[in-house]
């Protein structure tokens, strides 16, 4: 599985963004997806996860309520809408693919969990 992440940027605060990830190279509705974040200096934190059957999410308790993941197998994609953003949420933003076989129909928080990754994508917002 290939991830490709895009949509990052510099946005104000209070702004928004919608960061992307397309897949290519397995059956995507079989996939558990995630984004996960990592500033400079830190670990890679978790940020939202989708079940492979798209009933299911997850968000860290830092977002709830402003960002929101979203799934399209048609398109084999997995989208992060991010609204009221803040300085704090400057990091590289990661998606994540895992084989729902092994995960089960779950929204999956743990990196350890996930086989694959995108290459990341910056979002800096500014004060």
């Known amino acids: 599985v290939q991830l490709q992440a895009s949509g990052g940027g510099l946005v104000p605060a209070g702004g928004s963004l919608r960061l992307s990830c397309a897949a290519s190279?397995?059956?995507?509705?079989?996939?558990?997806l995630g984004w996960f974040r990592q500033a400079p200096g830190k670990e890679r934190d978790f940020v939202a996860a989708?079940?492979?059957?798209?009933?299911?999410?997850s968000y860290a308790d830092s977002v709830k309520g402003r960002f929101t993941i979203s799934r399209d197998d048609a398109k084999k994609s997995v989208d992060l809408q991010m609204n009221s953003l803040k300085p704090e949420d400057t990091a590289v933003y990661y998606c994540?693919?895992?084989?729902?076989?092994?995960?089960?129909?779950?929204?999956?928080?743990?990196?350890?969990?996930?086989?694959?990754w995108g290459q990341g994508t910056q979002v800096t917002v500014s004060s």
């Open positions: 994540a693919a895992a084989k729902g076989f092994q995960v089960g129909n779950l929204p999956v928080s743990s990196p350890y969990e996930y086989d694959y």
């Open positions: 190279g397995h059956t995507f509705a079989t996939l558990s």
């Open positions: 989708i079940s492979w059957s798209g009933d299911s999410t």
